[in-house]
């Protein structure tokens, strides 16, 4: 699946603006194809009440779906960010940001993630290593009423996800290093092959003078805007050159977020092992 539309206001998004680009958000009721074990869990409900204990949501993405019928039901991801926490206002600067991923037509069990956005580059990063656990949710039983207390035990997740984004800061990587992560990268984005349509070098270079440096925390930024934005000439097995697409699909997306903040933390207990 491909994320048909998003939206991303830090101000804060309403109603109106979640609806036109996120509808499932708004599902009430179950997929004709679920059975009636399918316990629904609505969005919107949870949506109103993380509002209510202060959470604004900060962005909203759908996936395309073929079937039209599950348009309204399909898979939805939302970002949402304490108001009583910091705002990124400099380039550079991050937002701890609580990620949900919902559907209502089987397609996917309810997850919440701690996240990351980083002002600088406009992209939301999922966060997920051995210590900080999200929560997932089985669409059966009474459900709603876990998600809210769900919200928090990420949101104390928030002050342990700080300290490694400060450990990554202080710990440096040489080249033959920084090559070694984005080895990693390109496996964790097109899996282990013979060629690749972009090169290593390509992953590791940065797009702008702020993320030109050699510690952990720059380098992971720099490869996580690489793989996922896309946008760098690329070469086919067959010679056509072209350029890398944007990793769309909200579970793709999630999933390789995931896989490269883990590799930032195991590069981080490799090097304060030694």
Not at 38 to 59: H, K, N
Not at 61 to 88: E, I, K, M, N, Y
Not at 192 to 199: G, H, K, L, S, V
């Amino acid at each position: 699946m491909r994320i048909d539309t998003s939206i991303r206001a830090n101000e804060g998004l309403v109603d109106e603006q979640i609806r036109r680009f996120a509808p499932s958000v708004f599902a009430t009721t179950a997929h004709a194809s679920r059975s009636n074990r399918f316990a629904v869990i609505p969005t919107a409900d949870v949506l109103g009440g993380l509002r209510r204990e202060g959470f604004v949501p900060v962005f909203a993405s759908q996936s395309r779906v073929r079937d039209a019928t599950r348009r309204d039901f399909t898979r939805h991801l939302l970002r949402l960010r304490p108001l009583t926490g910091a705002v990124a206002r400099a380039v550079g600067d991050v937002n701890y940001e609580i990620t949900i991923v919902n559907a209502n037509d089987g397609s996917t069990v309810y997850q919440m993630d701690a996240g990351l956005f980083r002002l600088v580059c406009l992209n939301g990063m999922v966060v997920a290593d051995g210590n900080i656990e999200g929560i997932r949710i089985r669409h059966t039983g009474d459900v709603v009423g876990n998600v809210i207390d769900g919200a928090y035990e990420i949101v104390r997740e928030f002050d342990r996800v700080s300290e490694h984004v400060q450990q990554f800061r202080q710990i440096e990587l040489n080249p033959a290093e920084r090559q070694v992560f984005g080895r990693a990268a390109l496996v964790a984005k097109y899996g282990e092959q013979n060629a690749y349509p972009i090169t290593v070098d390509q992953v590791v270079e940065p797009r702008r003078p702020a993320d030109v440096g050699a510690d952990l925390w720059r380098t992971f930024n720099v490869v996580q805007e690489n793989v996922v934005r896309g946008g760098l000439e690329s070469r086919s097995a067959t010679g056509r050159r072209g350029r890398t697409r944007e990793v769309h699909g909200i579970s793709q997306n999630v999933s390789l977020n995931k896989a490269l903040w883990t590799l930032a933390e195991e590069f981080a207990k490799l090097k304060t092992a030694h």
